[in-house]
C-alpha cells in the first residue's frame, strides 16, 4: 500500500509541479480509482488486524490522506487549464519554464501579426499601383516615364 500511495504520490508531484503538463481525464480516473481501492486492498492483505489498529494510525490514514489530497489536486488542475488557458500569477511566479513557454507564444504571434500586417500592406500597394497604371494609361500621357517603380518613389 504504501508502495502504490507513494508512487502515485510522486507521479502526481511530477505532473503538477515538477515538470507541469496538461492533465487528462484517465490522470483524474488513475488517482479516484487507487484512493478507492486501497479499502479493499486493506481488507484482502493476509492476517490484517481489524479496522482501527495501530497499523491504521501509523499507515492506512496517511496513505488516504496523500492520495485524497493528489486527487483533489488533479482534478483542480484538469478543471483549471479550461478554466484558465492563459498561465495564472502562481505559474509567473513560481514556474518559470511554462511562463517562459507562454511569452514565446506571444511574441510568435505577434511576428506573425507582423507579417500579416506587411502583407496586407503590399497587397495594398500593388492594388495602388495598378490604380496609377490605369489612370495614367486613361490619360494617355505622351511622356512614359510616368510609370513609379513602388508606392513609396509616389510619395
Known sequence: MWLLGSFATIYGID????RPR???IDDVALFSALLFSMTGIRQVMPQVPP????VD???????????????????????????????TSWDRLFNREYSQRFDMHAERKADFDARMEAREM????RRLMGRLERLASKKSVKNKSFRFQSFSEMV
Do not use: D, K
Not at 15 to 18: I, Q
Not at 51 to 54: A, D, I, L, P
Open 15 to 18: 505532473a503538477l509541479y515538477v
Open 57 to 87: 494510525f501509523f499507515g492506512f490514514i496517511w496513505i488516504m490522506l496523500m492520495l485524497m489530497l493528489v486527487s483533489v489536486l488533479v482534478l483542480c488542475r484538469l478543471v483549471g487549464q479550461y478554466v484558465h488557458p492563459q498561465p
Open 122 to 125: 503590399e497587397r495594398e500597394e
Open 51 to 54: 479496522v482501527g489498529s495501530g
Open 22 to 24: 496538461n492533465m487528462m
